[in-house]
Nanobody
Framework: QVQLVESGGGLVQPGGSLRLSCAASGLTSSLHTMGWFRQAPGKEREFVGANRRSDGTRVHYADSVKGRFTISRDIANNAVYLEMNKLTPEDTALYYC??????????????????WGQGTQVTVSS
């Protein structure tokens, strides 16, 4: 059974940092594109970033987080991380880890990912 479990969310002040973790089981993460998405109340789920399976050095980021967020992997432990810096209230959302095998042009699409975690809440507030 494939399972993705996110952790590391919480309350942080603007300008602060958090590191989210995604523990994968039932699949080999190195053979999948691992993505991070987020969803705020009343809004659609949006792309945050993704690490492609064929080239772990090539990471895609949404413009809104580029330069602030970093995706990394621990292949040996089948884990993926999202380091978030310089957080703003606009980053407040439920953050999801996802796994899939999208073509390059669809790497940012929610529908390209078959497996999803249940999410971890990130709240940025003073």
């Amino acid at each position: 059974q494939v399972q993705l479990v996110e952790s590391g969310g919480g309350l942080v002040q603007p300008g602060g940092s958090l590191r989210l973790s995604c523990a994968a089981s039932g699949l080999t993460s190195s053979l999948h594109t691992m993505g991070w998405f987020r969803q705020a109340p009343g809004k659609e789920r949006e792309f945050v970033g993704a690490n492609r399976r064929s080239d772990g050095t090539r990471v895609h980021y949404a413009d809104s987080v580029k330069g602030r967020f970093t995706i990394s992997r621990d292949i040996a432990n089948n884990a993926v991380y999202l380091e978030m810096n310089k957080l703003t209230p606009e980053d407040t959302a439920l953050y999801y880890c996802a796994a899939g095998q999208p073509i390059l042009s669809a790497v940012r699409s929610v529908t390209s990912y078959r497996y999803w975690g249940q999410g971890t809440q990130v709240t940025v507030s003073s």
